[in-house]
C-alpha cells in the first residue's frame, strides 16, 4: 500500500470510527454527516469522498475483498460448504479485532431502520464475491447453482450467530456461536 492510500484509509477509518460513536451516543438518524465531519477534523466533502451515503459510515467494510480472497485459499478437496463457513470465520476474525467497534457497527445495522435493508444489500455484495470467487474461471452452471445455494446458506448461518453475538453483548466468542450454528444447520462444524 502505498503512502497515499494508506492515508486514505487511514482517514477513512478515522472517520467511520467517529460517525459510529456519535450514532451510538446520538442516535443514528439525530446525527449530521456535518456532525461526524467536525468531529473527525475534516470537511463533510471529505466525508463524501469516502463515504458515498450516510448509510456507507456504518455499513462499509472490507470484508467482501478479504472473503473472496481467503475462499481461494481453502483446499479445493473440501466440501464446498465446510470452505466457505472457514472463509467466513476467518474473516470475521480479521474484521472484528476491535470488538467493541463491530459490536457497535452491529447493533446499529440491526436496530436502525434505515440501514436494515443496505445490511441486506451488503450480504448479497458479500454473496456475490464468494460466488464469483468459488467460481472463477468456470463456466459451469451447475456449480454457479451450488456455490450460490451453499453460500446462501452459509451467509443466513453466520446472520444468526451474528444476531446473538449482538444480543449477548460479545459473548461467548463469535467463532464458537459460528461452530454451533453450523452445527445445528448442517450437523457437524467447520
Given at each position: 500500500?502505498?503512502?497515499?492510500?494508506?492515508?486514505?484509509?487511514?482517514?477513512?477509518?478515522?472517520?467511520?470510527?467517529?460517525?459510529?460513536?456519535?450514532?451510538?451516543?446520538?442516535?443514528?438518524?439525530?446525527?449530521?454527516?456535518?456532525?461526524?465531519?467536525?468531529?473527525?477534523?475534516?470537511?463533510?466533502?471529505?466525508?463524501?469522498?469516502?463515504?458515498?451515503?450516510?448509510?456507507?459510515?456504518?455499513?462499509?467494510?472490507?470484508?467482501?475483498?478479504?472473503?473472496?480472497?481467503?475462499?481461494?485459499?481453502?483446499?479445493?478437496?473440501?466440501?464446498?460448504?465446510?470452505?466457505?463457513?472457514?472463509?467466513?470465520?476467518?474473516?470475521?476474525?480479521?474484521?472484528?479485532?476491535?470488538?467493541?467497534?463491530?459490536?457497535?457497527?452491529?447493533?446499529?445495522?440491526?436496530?436502525?431502520?434505515?440501514?436494515?435493508a443496505?445490511?441486506?444489500?451488503?450480504?448479497?455484495?458479500?454473496?456475490?464475491?464468494?460466488?464469483?470467487?468459488?467460481?472463477?474461471?468456470?463456466?459451469?452452471?451447475?456449480?454457479?447453482?451450488?456455490?450460490?445455494?451453499?453460500v446462501?446458506?452459509?451467509?443466513?448461518?453466520?446472520h444468526?450467530?451474528?444476531?446473538?453475538?449482538?444480543?449477548?453483548?460479545?459473548?461467548?466468542?463469535?467463532?464458537?456461536?459460528?461452530?454451533?450454528?453450523f452445527?445445528?444447520?448442517?450437523?457437524?462444524?467447520?
Amino acid at each position: 500500500m502505498s503512502s497515499r492510500e494508506r492515508r486514505r484509509a487511514e482517514t477513512r477509518h478515522t472517520i467511520q470510527r467517529h460517525a459510529i460513536r456519535l450514532f451510538v451516543d446520538r442516535g443514528y438518524d439525530a446525527t449530521t454527516v456535518n456532525d461526524v465531519a467536525t468531529a473527525a477534523g475534516v470537511s463533510a466533502m471529505t466525508v463524501y469522498r469516502h463515504f458515498a451515503t450516510k448509510e456507507d459510515l456504518v455499513l462499509y467494510d472490507e470484508f467482501d475483498q478479504q472473503a473472496a480472497a481467503t475462499i481461494t485459499e481453502q483446499p479445493a478437496d473440501e466440501p464446498l460448504v465446510v470452505r466457505i463457513a472457514r472463509t467466513l470465520a476467518a474473516t470475521y476474525d480479521q474484521a472484528i479485532a476491535d470488538r467493541e467497534f463491530h459490536l457497535a457497527r452491529l447493533r446499529l445495522m440491526i436496530s436502525t431502520p434505515a440501514l436494515q435493508a443496505r445490511h441486506l444489500d451488503s450480504q448479497y455484495a458479500t454473496q456475490e464475491a464468494l460466488v464469483g470467487a468459488i467460481c472463477a474461471g468456470s463456466q459451469d452452471p451447475a456449480l454457479e447453482f451450488q456455490a450460490r445455494a451453499a453460500v446462501s446458506a452459509c451467509l443466513g448461518v453466520v446472520h444468526v450467530a451474528l444476531l446473538r453475538w449482538a444480543a449477548e453483548d460479545g459473548e461467548p466468542e463469535l467463532r464458537e456461536l459460528f461452530g454451533e450454528a453450523f452445527t445445528a444447520t448442517f450437523g457437524h462444524g467447520f
